[in-house]
């Protein structure tokens, strides 16, 4: 994956794609374009994994001590 | 009782029902929230520090949230304002930082040969790389990054949250993830 493959489309329309941000119509539009386009069928590949992994590193769930500490933050009645 | 005091009483009583309704609805948002607070926060102690500042500004100014619109992205809006106020922006200016000319040399650098699948090359990122190098990002780049990739906001919700305009957060989203993959590159690179 260089830079000497560069395709425009993908610099334009692949981060909108990913973050749900394109209509319908332009959303089938750029699946059709994934198919066809090796270099962007790679970088789609490369920035949804990225995507994934920054959202795997928050997962660890909350304390249940802090969840009891914030229903303590409600004023009473 | 006169009629405009058993109204008085209706207006009470329907104004703490809606109270302890907001405070569930808020309450049952919590574990989204703190994702959001973990991902802009450098430790856990401190995400968890501003969730008990969010939820107690927001249970104090429950009034000022409008029933029916996005609750998430309103308690988003206080943790992210808050999160500026505790002057958490003491890192290096951002464009101090010079980043490379294209979009490529995370994937290089973690795969010289360009062998390997795109999607297994990251596999040799863990989430504690990931995290090290979230905290690396300036707040400003870092907070509009959580929200779109953690907190799957759109980015109308964002400039919302934010008070920023669109373009801005399109603009901010690009550089921030790119300072993003920097970051990750050098990792990647250390830890060879």
Redesign the interface.
């Known amino acids: 994956m260089t830079a000497d493959e560069l395709c425009d489309w993908c610099e334009e329309v692949l981060q909108p794609y990913l973050d749900r941000e394109l209509t319908a119509d332009e959303r089938k539009e750029a699946e059709g374009h994934l198919a066809d386009c090796t270099y962007c069928r790679k970088r789609y590949k490369f920035e949804d994994g990225l995507r994934r992994l920054v959202r795997s590193s928050v997962l660890e769930p909350m304390e249940p001590a802090l969840k009891a500490r914030l229903a303590n933050l409600r004023l009473e009645l | 009782m006169s009629e405009t005091s058993s109204d008085g009483a209706r207006r009470l009583a329907e104004g ?1 029902r809606n ?2 309704q907001f ?1 569930e609805e808020a ?1 049952a948002l ?2 989204q929230v ?2 959001v607070a ?2 802009v926060s450098r430790s ?1 102690e401190e995400a ?1 520090d501003l ?2 500042e969010t ?2 500004r927001a ?2 100014s429950w009034q000022s949230y409008t029933p029916g619109t996005n609750l998430r992205a309103w308690l988003l809006r206080i943790l992210t304002n808050l999160n500026i106020d505790r002057g958490r922006r003491a890192q290096r200016a951002p464009d101090s930082q010079p980043l490379e ?2 979009d ?1 040399f ?3 650098r973690l795969d010289p040969t ?1 062998q390997s ?3 297994r ?2 596999q040799r ?1 863990s ?1 504690d790389n ?2 090290e190098a ?1 905290s690396e990002v300036p707040h400003d780049f870092r907070d509009v ?1 959580v929200l ?3 907190g ?1 906001f ?2 109308a919700e964002a400039a919302q949250i934010l008070d920023i305009p669109i373009g801005t957060v399109m603009s901010r ?2 550089r921030g ?1 790119r300072i ?2 920097k970051e990750l590159a050098d990792l990647a690179v250390d830890s060879q």
Do not use: C, P
């Open positions: 703490a109270r302890v405070e309450l919590a574990d703190y994702r973990r991902g856990k968890e969730m008990q939820y107690a249970f104090r000319e294209t490529y995370l994937y290089n360009n699948d795109e999607e090359v990251l990122l989430q990931v995290a979230l990054v779109v990739d953690i799957e759109s980015y989203l690009h993830r993003l993959k």
